[in-house]
């Protein structure tokens, strides 16, 4: 498609409309000059969304099985509508699965943040607990290698964390960076190379190709029917607090140092999930802070601007207040003066603006449990 419409890019993308109980589909036309996009529904074959730029979604948004939130509807990306987009973007906006294995906290962060220098985005994530079903599915390619059986024990039961990528190229990049099975012959600089001890205790798990990336990647996010019963997510609701890293942090590559300095504070993150939360959502999550302070908008729309990362914060240390001593390491709301008064704090250090300000926690020590469960109960609903 050349000429009058080399200037955009074309993909068919999913809604499910609540009130009517069907899915509807859209050509969603993609303009890169001016960031604006226009829908058009194909079974009534009329405009649904004149051409309007939507605060947030670049080019970068767009790959296959993206969820993008537009105008109040959560649309899903199901596939290209041309193959001139799909001839220019496959590459560039592919998809790769990987699991972090069990690591300490710290190395998880490092992980997460070299995968970003390397130009690989977290655009799923999700924290689980491993059954052996999970495991001979997941490892299939590994089934009848030596060290499967130790494999298997060794993520039995524990957590991992779930990654979907997106890069050029991702699959093969994803492999290449994470380097050798064997930490000792992996090259230096790679993943394993830096933080790997043997075959089996060597970070993290690429699926090898790009089909059983997509396999891998719709069992290990099911849709919300198996949610409830396959690789579910593992809130405790005790002693608990939360924290959301919030959309400009993602963007920024800042997540992983987020978890790194909550590893330091004496912390453990015994549930993660990402999330695309609605604007609806996002100002009922936010509405004590209406009519109280000036920033209560544009904390409504930052926090809806795109994924944001939820964990449940547990304070190490069983005889403190989860939600009370977090606070602490998060620090004033406003990152200025957070780095005049507490300049270790994570405010401090990762935010830009009262807004933008990296990460929300719970204010009050009888809010941590309520807030863990409006993520992790309802809005993972």
């Known amino acids: 498609m050349e000429g009058a419409y080399s200037d955009r890019y074309s993909f068919i993308g999913e809604w499910y409309d609540n009130q009517a109980s069907l899915i509807r589909r859209f050509n969603i036309f993609y303009f890169p000059t001016d960031d604006t996009l226009e829908m058009y529904d194909l079974k009534i074959r009329k405009i649904f969304v004149r051409r309007v730029k939507v605060d947030g979604i670049k080019l970068e948004n767009f790959y296959i099985g993206a ?28 998809v790769a699965f990987c699991i972090i294995k069990p690591v300490p906290l710290n190395i998880m962060g490092k992980i997460l943040t070299f995968l970003h220098d390397h130009n690989l985005r977290v655009t799923k994530m999700k924290m689980a607990e491993m059954t052996h079903d999970d495991i001979n599915y997941i490892f299939r ?3 009848t290698d030596p060290t499967f059986p130790f494999l298997s024990e060794f993520l039995g039961g524990k957590m991992v964390c779930g990654l979907e990528l997106v890069g050029k190229d991702a699959v093969a990049h994803c492999n290449r960076v994470v380097g050798d099975n064997d930490p000792l012959k992996a090259e230096p600089g790679t993943i394993r190379a830096l933080y790997g001890l043997d075959p089996v205790r060597n970070c993290v798990y690429c699926s090898p190709t790009s089909e059983s990336s997509f396999e891998d990647l719709e069992y290990f996010f099911p ?3 198996l949610r409830s019963v396959r ?11 939360l924290c959301v890293i919030k959309p400009h942090a993602i963007r920024e590559g800042k997540l992983g140092a987020a978890i790194e300095r909550i590893d330091e504070g004496g912390f453990n993150i015994t549930a993660l999930n990402m999330y695309i939360v609605e604007n609806i959502n996002a100002a009922e999550f936010y509405e004590v802070y209406k ?72 204010d009050l020590p009888e809010d941590g449990l309520l807030e863990v469960e409006y993520f992790f109960k309802i809005l993972d609903l």
Not at 67 to 91: S, V
Not at 232 to 241: G, K, V
């Open 141 to 143: 390619s590994m089934l």
């Open 67 to 94: 969820t993008l939130y537009i105008l109040g509807r959560l649309i899903k990306i199901i596939d290209f509508a041309c193959e001139d987009t799909k001839r220019r973007l496959q590459k560039d906006m592919q």
């Open 231 to 241: 690789l579910r997510l593992t809130a405790t609701l005790s002693n608990c607090t």
């Open 291 to 362: 009519g109280i302070v000036p920033e209560y908008k544009g904390m409504v729309e930052e926090l809806s601007s795109g994924p944001c990362v939820a964990m449940e914060i547990v304070s190490r240390d069983k005889s403190l207040n989860s939600a009370v001593e977090f606070r602490k390491i998060v620090g004033p709301c406003d990152p200025e003066i957070a780095r005049l008064l507490r300049p270790n704090t994570m405010r401090a250090l990762l935010g830009n603006t009262k807004v933008q300000n990296a990460v929300h926690c719970s």
């Open 223 to 225: 849709p919300p029917p």
